[in-house]
């Protein structure tokens, strides 16, 4: 009888280990799972900042564009009056100084 009260507690015991490690394997999995959603989290708002500062990008890109243009009009505009003025034009003389 004593034989299998000491195996029975044996097997309590062992099941009570069993059980801690079950709940702390299920604490692990939780921490991890959060720790997870947080970097997918972290993930989701680096690409949506990633995507604005493309589209940052392209509209400095297409105002860097526009503007080079205007002034290679304004360029020539100053070319065509300093033409017109002094019969010649050098832009690096800065004739429209």
């Known amino acids: 009888m004593d ?3 000491k195996k029975m507690q044996a097997m309590k015991i062992e099941k009570d280990n069993a059980l801690d490690r079950a709940d702390a394997a299920e604490e692990k ?16 708002d680096t690409q ?3 995507t604005q500062t493309g589209d940052d990008l ?10 080079t243009s205007k002034l290679e ?4 505009t100053v070319q065509e009056v300093c033409l017109k003025i002094w019969g010649y034009c050098v832009i690096s003389c800065h004739c429209y100084r």
Request: glycine share 0%.
């Open 73 to 76: 009009e304004k360029e020539k």
């Open 29 to 44: 999995v939780r921490q991890i799972t959060e720790k997870l959603e947080r970097c997918e989290e972290e993930l989701r």
């Open 48 to 50: 949506k900042k990633m």
């Open 3 to 5: 034989a299998i009260k």
């Open 58 to 67: 392209d509209k400095a890109q297409e105002d860097l564009s526009a503007a």
